[in-house]
């Protein structure tokens, strides 16, 4: 992969993660590069039935930790 190409493709994964991923109260989160689940780093209280998280990813190999990028979501509280 050329160093432009490498730049793209980070650029695309920070926008995933900015873009941020759906809560699901019996799952929790998932990252929205590898998949797996993430890490709850902050909570926030629950403001017009919206509750917001923050996360890591815990995968070794995924780009996500590798850049230290926080993921937040949403969980829909009713």
């Known amino acids: 992969m050329s160093a432009e190409g490498a730049v793209k493709a980070i650029v ?3 926008a995933k993660c900015e873009e ?3 809560y699901e109260t019996d799952v929790g989160a998932a990252c929205p590069e590898c ?9 926030r209280t629950i403001q ?3 509750r917001e998280r923050y996360h ?3 995968c070794a190999l995924c ?3 590798m850049l230290g ?3 937040k979501s949403i969980e ?3």
């Open 12 to 14: 695309a994964v920070v």
């Open 48 to 50: 017009d039935g919206l």
């Open 63 to 65: 780009i996500v930790r």
């Open 35 to 43: 998949g797996d689940m993430l890490a709850t780093t902050t909570t």
């Open 69 to 71: 990028l926080s993921i």
């Open 56 to 58: 890591k990813c815990t």
């Open 76 to 78: 829909k509280v009713e």
């Open 20 to 22: 941020g991923v759906e």
